[in-house]
């Protein structure tokens, strides 16, 4: 009986300790990484951190990503993001945005740089709840790194929302405008050239922003527009299919559709 209560014992102490002292685990953790000027944006196992009570930006990112993927506590996510922009926030001058070799010193940076993967997270939960909010956390993404692919295509499905949402004709058109400059901007980082034609074959890149975009054209009565951007959908799609492939026959016969249409 001793013998398996002195270990017993000795855990609940060590879970004491770790509460009084959030932080002393993570100093002989190999889980946990050592400190780098720039974060680690990646997701790490929650439990092999060994945090009792998150004690910087980082850790509340980290528990931020464990509640959203492993529990699905979203609201529990969005509250430890938000914790995490308190103290790595370029309004309050807790972060900033590196765009150059910081020196000799590399592992000193004060303040500390921005974290893109938080205002992504964040971002991406509050797109429905509070669009505006989103679209500046996706802003933040691009400022910290303007060439990051996704996120422009982020602010454009925003602008959708947005439009979805408008009161007043003049609102849903800029709103849809709004959208398609940033789908046009997601387009333009991956430009088709004459060496990525040789280099892989395709003819047209982006797939889901091409869809996003003939969406929006059509929305707007532009058929012309729209039938020009799932041809567009369709080439990036021949070498490499689509996450929802019922989206190709479905291009297909849009594109006749709307080709008929333009014509009337």
């Keep these: 009986m001793r013998s398996t209560s002195i270990p017993i014992l000795l855990s609940i102490a060590a879970v004491a300790c770790f509460a009084q002292n959030p932080g002393l685990f993570q100093q002989t953790n190999p ?40 529990l699905e506590d979203m609201d529990g996510a969005k509250a430890d993001y938000a914790k995490a922009l308190e103290l790595n926030s370029l309004q309050n001058g807790t972060c900033q945005i590196v765009k150059s070799p910081p020196g000799a010193d590399f592992g000193k940076l004060d303040p500390a740089p921005c974290m893109f993967t938080v205002r992504l997270r964040l971002g991406y939960l509050l797109m429905k709840q509070d669009p505006a909010e989103a679209a500046r956390l996706f802003q933040e993404v691009l400022q910290i790194d303007a060439l990051r692919l996704g996120v422009n295509q982020l602010v454009g499905e925003t602008w ?27 387009l333009a980082l991956s430009p088709v050239t004459p060496f990525t034609r040789a280099l892989t074959g395709d003819e ?51 594109i006749e559709q709307l080709r008929s249409a333009a014509s009337e």
């Excluded at 990484?33 to 004690?55: A, D």
């Excluded at 532009?222 to 026959?249: C, M, V």
């Design 31 to 70: 889980n946990y990484p050592v400190r780098n000027p720039f974060y680690f944006e990646g997701k790490v196992t929650w439990e092999k951190l060994g945090i009792s009570t998150p004690s910087n930006a980082w850790e509340f990112v980290q528990r931020g990503i464990h509640r959203q993927d492993d």
């Design 160 to 186: 959708v929302i947005r439009a979805e949402a408008a009161g007043n004709d003049d609102d849903l058109k800029t709103a849809y405008m709004n959208a398609i400059a940033a789908f046009q901007r997601e």
């Design 204 to 254: 047209a890149n982006n797939a889901h922003t091409h869809w996003a975009l003939a969406d929006v054209y059509e929305r707007l009565g532009r058929n012309t527009d729209a039938a020009g951007e799932l041809e567009d959908y369709l080439k990036a799609t021949q070498w490499h299919s689509d996450t929802y492939p019922w989206r190709i026959p479905l291009a297909r016969k849009k």
